[in-house]
């Protein structure tokens, strides 16, 4: 792991948050009590505008679903506060056996809160259970190296993978489909309701859930039966608040009705924020990516279009490449608290290139109107493209400016007319893999500290976009890369990955964004575990 890797795993603030904050040692919520720094020290109330699609591991994978995951359920590895490293959690020891074994041993006496013996068979149906549900919104495609699954005996699992020497396979268990569930409690072969999973209590996390109601309230109550490697929680319990408006979350904040406020605040209210007296906000470099996904078969001359096209297709995502201004957008909808990106891995990673910024626009950067008309004209594209485009509240309210300004820049070219739409994240998730959008807004955290983590997932067959694209070359050097355990080889991999991607554009990253937590100055423990979070897990990853 490179110093700079590190510092941006470092540096990610959700993680944190997703299994470390909630543990803070604060007086009660609103911050008219005494902060304190021992167990057992008040509670903690935590603000988001993140929406929870699910609390079943098997049909989730976004960052207000993982949140909530990442306090109730355990997991075989995780990340040390600190470190960028997957460590043992409820397992005892994890390692490879062979180049193509993963063996992982678990603790002694493990149950869930409900009272059922948590042991190596759970673990196994946990795993196969997300693989055989391969639910549109899970996280099955992180599993794609893996073979199959196996318990040796009540506390011995290992994993067989398809390709040796996986460089990331340890992330894998600390994320996404890392969760363990109850195989006494969830079906097999279906997504199981949440206030189903509430009542039945399968929880073996650090926390338990006392009361929920989806997207309002979640209570959590200090699982006193928790195992894993972050130790008892420090307080007595925890509430999640979600908030429709992102300046109800910020006023909450102000007036100090919760502790701390997150995922998403507007650049102009961190502006405000940081202004006053009475909170502080904390800033670190984040591996968020905002981008556009292009539908291989509903966008124009799309495979499944009237006038399908594939030429004509892959030169109107030049062309859009071409026009758009990261820039602009980066200063005027968020103040510069996001970067232009023109990778498809932040730079911050080892084996990160920028070949969309040579590649497209004026070759520094820059839009180029010049060469977005040339590209359409040699494919024979002679009358404005019309473009239906969607994005969603689930990236913040300033989502609906970053779009307006995409809009304007492109029709502002005479070379499209544009349909711009908003979609609540609950129903979009499920619109989009449904092919309801043909060009689509989405944002990734990563779930592991690792460049594949911004490759696998969307460029290989059974990627979570659903987007229909395919490239064998793409898939052969992926996949490749994954198992290539010399690291001058593998950046190479990694290079020759992007660039391939970059000509193809299945996607268009467009902006690289900083992780905000706000906290009230007055309580202690938050700001002190804020200053930590910064050090910690990755946690909460939204896609």
Not at 282 to 306: C, I, Q
Request: charge should be negative; aromatic fraction near 8%.
């Amino acid at each position: 792991m490179t110093k700079s890797t590190k510092t941006l795993h470092g540096a990610i603030a959700l993680a944190g948050i997703s299994a470390f904050a909630l543990t803070a040692c604060t007086g009660p919520s609103g911050g008219g009590g005494t902060s304190t720094e021992s167990a057992g020290g008040g509670a903690i109330t935590y603000g988001t505008t993140d929406k929870v699609v699910t609390l079943d591991p098997a049909g989730s994978y976004d960052g207000g679903s993982f949140m909530v995951m990442n306090q109730i359920y355990p997991f075989l590895l995780n990340y040390k506060p600190g470190t960028a490293e997957a460590s043992p959690d409820i397992a005892e020891s994890a390692s490879f056996t062979s180049p193509t074994e993963y063996t992982v041993k678990l603790k002694s006496g493990l149950k869930f809160a409900n009272g059922n013996t948590l042991d190596s068979s759970d673990v196994v149906f946990s795993f196969n259970r997300v693989r055989k549900i391969d639910d549109p919104n899970g996280p099955a495609s992180l599993l794609a190296n893996m073979e199959k699954v196996e318990a040796k005996d009540p506390d011995t699992v290992v994993f067989t993978l398809k390709a040796a020497n996986d460089q990331v396979f340890p992330g894998v268990l600390a994320s996404n489909p890392g969760p363990i569930v109850d195989e006494q409690v969830f079906p097999a072969d279906k997504v199981m309701d949440d206030d189903a999973i509430v009542a039945a209590k399968p929880f073996a996390g650090q926390y338990t859930i006392e009361s929920y109601k989806k997207n309002e309230l979640v209570s959590f109550k200090p699982n006193a039966g928790y195992q894993g490697m972050l130790g008892k929680a420090a307080n007595d319990g925890a509430t999640l608040k979600h908030y429709a408006d992102a300046n109800n979350l910020k006023l909450d904040v102000q007036q100090g009705n919760i502790d701390v406020a997150g995922r998403i605040l507007t650049a102009t209210d961190i502006a405000d924020l940081e202004k006053d007296s009475k909170v502080k906000v904390h800033k670190g470099p984040g591996g968020e990516l905002r981008y556009m996904v292009f539908n291989f078969d509903t966008m124009p001359f799309g495979a499944k279009t009237p006038d399908a096209n594939p030429a004509k297709s892959l030169a109107v995502r030049q062309a859009i490449a071409h026009l758009v201004d990261r820039d602009v957008i980066a200063s005027q909808v968020f103040k510069n608290t996001y970067t232009p990106v023109y990778s498809y891995v932040p730079k911050e990673f080892e084996g990160a290139t920028e070949p969309l910024k040579s590649l497209y626009g004026d070759g520094s950067g820059k839009p180029s109107l010049d060469k977005a008309k040339k590209v359409l004209a040699d494919a024979g594209i002679t009358s404005a493209v019309d473009l239906k485009l969607q994005y969603t509240d689930r990236y913040g309210t300033s989502a609906a400016d970053e779009y307006a300004l995409v809009k304007g820049q492109l029709e502002k070219s005479g070379l499209f007319t544009v349909d711009l739409k908003s979609t609540e994240w609950t129903t979009y998730t499920k619109e989009r893999r449904a092919d309801a959008y043909p060009v689509y807004q989405l944002g990734w955290f990563p779930d592991y500290s690792d460049a594949d983590n911004y490759l696998t997932p969307f460029f290989i067959p059974g990627n979570f976009l659903g987007n229909h694209y395919e490239n064998s070359k793409v898939t052969e050097i992926v996949n490749k890369q994954l198992v290539t355990a010399d690291k001058t080889e593998r950046s190479k991999l990694l290079g020759e990955a992007q660039e391939a991607i970059a000509k193809d554009l299945s996607t268009l990253p467009l902006l690289q964004g900083a992780q905000v937590m706000v906290a009230g100055t007055d309580v202690k423990g938050v700001e002190k575990t804020l200053d930590a979070s910064f050090k910690t897990r990755l946690g909460v990853m939204s896609k």
